[in-house]
């Protein structure tokens, strides 16, 4: 049955490709010629350093490139592999049929080797058949670099699928759209781990251990078996028979493993997920509440707090936050530092943390108000028949939009001031300048959303074309670089004069033009401090909040003439009816 199913798929993958717009098949030729330029590359490099690099110095950049392998599978391909088991289009037809639910299985799990396996595969055994081929490797050599990383790439496929059988007989089936949210975190914990093992295991940096050749994890550590036993093919050793058996045991006993949990985590999880929750609610009695009616702008930003709050998936945009600070702290300790090494004389401190704020607020900011018009994309007709002008509902997402992240990232900046021993009025001072700093950020944000929304409901996070996001993130740090020279004006101290005129005059470049027109603002700071502090203020308030107000107007109008909403659909063939415009439009 499995050849059957696998014979299925075939057919399914050649109808996917032959139905395909022009437009998908550029992506893929180009996707192939940047991977094809990379391998290149790679090779090359491989090619003109193979000779110098000993067996030792192989065998322990090996051991943490499949350690890489394992880690990028399970943090990467955990939404493939999601997708596989409970959100395939086909698995509703296949539970009806008399096939197996192991047959279902082993389909999926073969079909999951395309993606980050199949890339991770081919980064990986064209270089080390290059180094094969310049230090004249025995023949053995070819055939265990394929056993040894098959291996490796199976070990880390079968432990992403772990994850997936095993939360999803944890958390509830109402709580689904959490699934996914507990499944990265945990991931990712667990990767970062992964990758912490080498500076928990040496006391040297990881560099220096590389270079030295000293081994990078103990012998027991299973990616120093599979390095082992290619160093060991590479001369013809008989000493690879062992660590390649061990290798290729532990990654059957993976499988095993896994496919021990089928029945009740692929079939019975799927079930429960496209059931939903299982026992109904008792119906109370429903008291009769008067609700007081609010501003539209207070109402729509109260909308879109409620489609947050109960949407676990939409937090995910602050993931890269929490392990920036909590994994950055964690690296600093492991790494023999202590925290009171980032103390520090605040007049050095509190300005270098505003610039990281203000580049951090840029990544969430636009991002934020950006999502906010794709979030619409199931009830744009609600919006349409409301009695609400395109100002409204422009302003209502704006100042919700802009809030959030600001009141999170605040909390966690008093947090940082207060062990950094910031005084009030940098407190007061650092808060209040960001504040209006981000409000053209998100007023960016929004208005880039009229022009680009999309809508992807099994991906809540990518709500903006590619080329829109680009954009984005593009035009949230140009505007960054004007509101620098408020940020100049009003934050660097005139202490700073002497070493940005060292910069300016040693550096050259975008660099160097950033140092001097630091050292202009500042020594004219140092000569007209009041009249200085006034105009930049001024400009900051000119600057943001016009921007902010531009962009909101235009947002409004795209709005007041109705937007459109690209609604992504599981399947990338053509559409069965070619004028038919994907999405919606507001008005």
Known sequence: MIKVLLRNQRKILINTVGSQSKKNYIRYIFTFAVISVLLYFLSKAVWSVGESITPPVLAGMLSYGFLMI????????????????YAATDLGFLFTLPIPTRHIFWVKYLQSFIGIPLLSFLFFVVPLFIYGILIGANLVYYPVVILALLSI??????????????????????????????MSVLSGIFVYLMFMIPNMTNERPLNEVLLSGLPLFPEWVPVSWASD?????????????LPLVMILLLAIIIVVFTASLVEKGFRTGWIRLSEGGGKKKKKSKTKITEHKLHHPVV????????????????????LPLIFFFVFGIMGLLTSGANLSDLQGPNQVSWPIAQGVF???????????????ISREASSLWILRILPLSGIHIALGKLWISWLI????????????GIFLGWTAIQFVTGILMKAIITAGISGIGLWLGTIGAKYNPSNPQNRLKFGTSIILLVLSYVYLFLAFIPYVLLIVPEEAISFTAEISSHAGGFIGVIASIVFTLLTWKASYPILIVICGIVVMLVT?????????????????????????????SKPLFKNKKPGGSLY
Not at 77 to 85: E, I, M, S, T
Not at 358 to 372: K, V
Not at 407 to 413: D, P, S
Request: charged share 15%; with cysteine.
């Open 299 to 318: 109402s729509i930003g109260k909308k879109e707090w409620y489609a947050i709050k109960r949407d676990m998936r939409e937090w995910l945009v602050f």
């Open 405 to 416: 992240p600001f009141v999170l990232l605040t909390a966690v900046e008093i947090g940082i």
């Open 70 to 85: 394992i880690g990028f599978i399970i943090l990467l391909g955990l939404p493939q592999v999601f997708k596989h088991l």
């Open 153 to 182: 790439i199976i070990i880390g496929l079968s432990v992403a699928y772990l994850f997936n059988l095993v939360l999803i007989q944890i958390v509830p089936a109402s709580k689904a759209n959490e699934f996914m949210t507990a």
């Open 544 to 572: 943001s909040l016009g921007i902010a107000g531009l962009c909101t107007i235009a947002s409004a109008r795209r709005i007041d003439r109705g937007i459109e909403i690209e609604m992504v659909q599981e399947s990338s």
């Open 358 to 372: 203000l580049f951090i607020f840029a990544i969430f900011n636009g991002q934020m108000a950006a999502s906010s």
């Open 229 to 241: 036993a290619i160093i060991s093919a590479a001369t013809g050793s008989l000493d690879l028979f």
